[in-house]
């Protein structure tokens, strides 16, 4: 019971939470852990953290496209790219304050993409006075749920095959069902998306099947972001795709009634991974927002 407990609490996670690949150039330790990382540009400080299952390659269009005017702060989630994880005690934010806290910066604008939006708002909820503004795309909220019938059914139907790690033929079925969440939505086909993104999203997924950290969900310095984000003060923007699973609009939905100052802009012909989907378009928005 504890094993299936853990598990579906990390399936939660994962889900609400190709381009020129970036070339990692740092490495930050923090309680141990190994923390790849990279700055590419000049200006601003703006720290952008990756979905679920990916890494932080998933950002290399918004690196190429927004670092004329912006230092562009990427880095690997634990369990995810190429994290070297030894100790797993402290909070998720612990790995962005540690690499701040290095380079010596206190100011920062903020992106998150799915659960890397969960990672952002515990960290805005933790440090308000370092963030400037807010991006939360495809957003999860920790302590709200949607109970939608279709992703209630996905996420039992993940649960079932997880539970048989080890038979490739279920693993691959899981990718296949993760394929939907983080890419496709419900109604497209792989052959509707870009080859290279596609090919993109399955490895990451496939090597993050192959750490231990895939059945453990963030440890969040606030369990209960539903109960805090009526304190968020600074100017918040949220994005999603027009083709993503509903509890994505749900989420929206909720988060516009609780955060004071809020704007909201819809990705068509897309879905949970817009950000490269439509990598021009949310570069735009970015810049109009941020700047």
Not at 23 to 49: A, D, F, S
Request: aromatic share 8%; charged share 25%; hydrophobic share 40%.
């Amino acid at each position: 019971m504890k094993t299936t407990t853990t598990l579906l609490l990390a399936c939660l996670f994962l889900f609400f939470g190709c381009g020129q690949m970036m070339y990692i150039v740092e490495q930050q330790i923090v309680n141990g852990n190994e923390i790849p990382y990279q700055i590419k540009g000049k200006g601003p400080l703006l720290v952008m953290i990756h979905g679920g299952g990916l890494d932080q390659k998933m950002w290399a269009p918004q690196v190429k496209g927004l670092a004329k005017k912006f230092r562009v702060l990427t880095y690997d989630l634990r369990g995810h790219g190429d994290y070297d994880l030894k100790d797993n005690s402290g909070y998720e934010i612990d790995d962005l304050k540690g690499i701040l806290d290095e380079i010596k910066e206190d100011k920062i604008y903020l992106v998150g993409h799915s659960l890397g939006s969960m990672v952002a708002t515990d960290f805005v909820l933790a440090y308000p006075e370092q963030v400037e503004k807010l991006v939360l795309m495809s957003p999860p909220l920790s302590g709200y749920f949607s109970d939608r019938k279709e992703i209630v059914d996905l996420l039992t139907d993940y649960e079932e095959l997880m539970m048989s790690r080890g038979d490739d033929k279920k693993m691959d079925e899981a990718v296949d069902l993760l394929s939907k969440l983080v890419l496709l939505g419900a109604d497209r086909k792989a052959d509707a998306v870009d080859s290279e993104i596609y090919a993109y999203v399955r490895k990451s997924l496939e090597q993050h099947f192959e750490t231990d950290e895939v059945f453990t969900p963030p440890v969040l310095k606030l369990e209960n972001h539903l109960e805090q984000i009526k304190n968020i003060k600074q100017s918040t923007m949220l994005l999603y795709g027009e083709l993503d699973y509903g509890y994505i609009k749900d989420n929206v939905a909720k988060l516009k009634q609780e955060i004071p100052s809020v704007r909201i802009h819809a990705i068509g012909n897309a879905a949970h991974l817009f950000n490269m989907e439509q990598a021009d378009e949310v570069n735009q928005l970015l810049l109009d927002f941020l700047l």
